[in-house]
């Protein structure tokens, strides 16, 4: 979730409706200026007890952020408190209950995104040593109930924690207890932008499905492989979902705009703090009528944090957010992005991804989407079959758009090999979630704890 350190009075006024759409537009970029920024979160452990570290404890979160310096990153402070850190790799920053995260930098191909995610996990691995905590890439907290875990010191998750219990049952547990992996991606037109936003969403379950990693809740299994995709379904359903809309005829950026104004607000940021307008309108706010600040009209830099509060399943802002993951570990950082920019960033794969799923209608899509949190690749897909009789030939599009892009690292090579992963996942059958399934039954003996043994 992103983080703001002043508030951005020097904004223009959003005076009309037509303003809105601007974010979106000044993101079209023509195809050599497109890049690839990838964020991952990690849920940081102690080593002695698996405890999760509170922000203030010796050697907890805040230390940690802190001992970042060392490698050149610099605090973000909010209220006082540390809340983040800025660097040439992009920021780290803190999920709501300590959930460790990189929104790397805007890079132009998959060795540098694969380079930097080496880098920062060497760096927090390293800190770790000294403090006693360690990390693990998975989708969701195996063991830990709500009340287990700390809260950070960050304005908005205190008003977002407020306001979920209101709207949906499982909203804490998204906000507490999951990690993702995401890659943020351009457009080169509003077409260009439709055309991504599409088949995004329609294969959304597909990469929840090849990345579902969260099999276990409270110390057992829990029916399903990708936990953290459920709690989606019962999180907030005002800003949450497959947006049917964006396979009408005509869909571009003012029919987002449209469905961001009726999403509920949460917070505005003035003077340095988040003011609590959790369930107020936008729309009364472009008209000075919004009651915790009467009188006032929206900025732009309002709109642009009304934007990061809503969270479909492919969202847009100046760019495309891919969101359909779970955590995962270093190989499949990499294999995220990979996927996505193999499908969306050579026109050839776009169309041929499109033709894979143009005959979907929307009634095939939401079932594929529901069911996948539960069956993975052996979800039904619209017409008949299973995702696995697809997900060979999408990955092998997304293998040939890498081939096609061909960006060369200082070997020689393309970025083809950070497919390999989810090649093999395919092949076997099996994603990440049964393997850890088959691990708890088998070698484990029933002994969850011994999932610590994967961490990165």
């Not at 002043?6 to 000044?26: G, T």
């Not at 693990?136 to 998750?157: F, N, Q, S, V």
């Not at 969403?201 to 936990?227: D, I, M, R, V």
């Not at 379904?233 to 005509?250: A, C, I």
Request: net charge negative; aromatic share 8%; proline share 6%.
């Amino acid at each position: 979730m992103s983080t703001r350190q002043v508030s951005n009075r020097n904004d223009p006024v959003i005076e009309h409706v037509s303003q809105l759409v601007e974010p979106m537009a000044k993101g079209e970029k023509p195809a050599e200026r497109w890049r690839i920024g990838t964020e991952h979160e990690k849920l940081v452990y102690d080593r002695k007890d698996h405890h999760a570290p509170s922000y203030d404890e010796p050697g907890g979160i805040r230390d940690l952020l802190l001992s970042l310096r060392e490698f050149g990153w610099e605090p973000i402070e909010e209220g006082g408190k540390v809340i983040a850190m800025a660097g040439a790799d992009g920021t780290v920053s803190l999920e709501p209950a300590g959930q460790l995260e990189l929104s790397g930098a805007p890079l132009e191909n998959l060795h540098q995104t694969c380079a930097e995610t080496g880098r920062h996990l060497e760096q927090v691995k390293a800190i770790g040593e000294r403090t006693g905590t360690s990390f693990l890439g998975l989708g969701m907290w195996p063991d830990k109930t709500r009340a287990e875990l700390p809260i950070m010191p960050k304005g908005r998750y205190d008003i977002m924690l407020r306001h979920m219990p209101r709207v949906g049952s499982l909203g804490l547990d998204m906000m507490l207890r999951t990690c993702t992996i995401q890659v943020n991606l351009d457009y080169a037109s509003e077409a260009d932008m439709a055309q991504k936003f599409r088949v995004g969403l329609a294969l959304q379950p597909l990469a929840t499905a090849l990345f579902a990693n969260s099999p276990f809740t409270e110390g057992k299994p829990n029916g399903f492989l990708s936990y953290r995709s459920h709690i989606w379904s019962d999180t907030d359903p005002h800003r949450t979902g497959m947006l049917p809309f964006v396979f009408d005829e005509g869909f571009g950026y003012e029919r987002y705009v449209d469905y961001m104004l009726d999403v509920p607000m949460y917070f505005v940021f003035r003077d340095g703090k988040y003011i609590d307008a959790s369930g107020l309108s936008f729309r009364d706010f472009l008209k000075g009528e919004l009651s915790v600040l009467p009188g006032e009209k929206p900025l732009m830099s309002d709109w642009v944090d009304h934007l990061s509060t809503a969270f479909p399943e492919v969202r847009l802002k100046s760019f495309l957010e891919m969101r359909g993951a779970d955590g995962g570990p270093w190989s499949r950082i990499c294999a995220l992005p990979a996927l996505w920019v193999g499908l969306l960033y050579d026109q050839t794969a776009l169309d041929a991804a499109w033709d894979l799923v143009k005959g979907w209608d929307m009634e095939g899509r939401e079932a594929l989407r529901n069911a996948v949190p539960k069956l993975g690749l052996d979800a039904p897909i619209p017409g008949g079959g299973k995702l696995r009789d697809i997900a060979a030939e999408a990955v092998a599009i997304a293998r040939s758009g890498l081939s096609a892009r061909n960006r060369l690292n200082a070997a020689g090579d393309n970025e083809t090999s950070y497919i390999a992963p989810l090649e093999e996942i395919v092949a076997s059958g099996k994603v990440p979630a049964q393997r850890l399934l088959d691990k708890f039954n088998g070698e484990w003996g029933g002994d969850l704890s011994r999932i610590y043994e994967e961490r990165f």
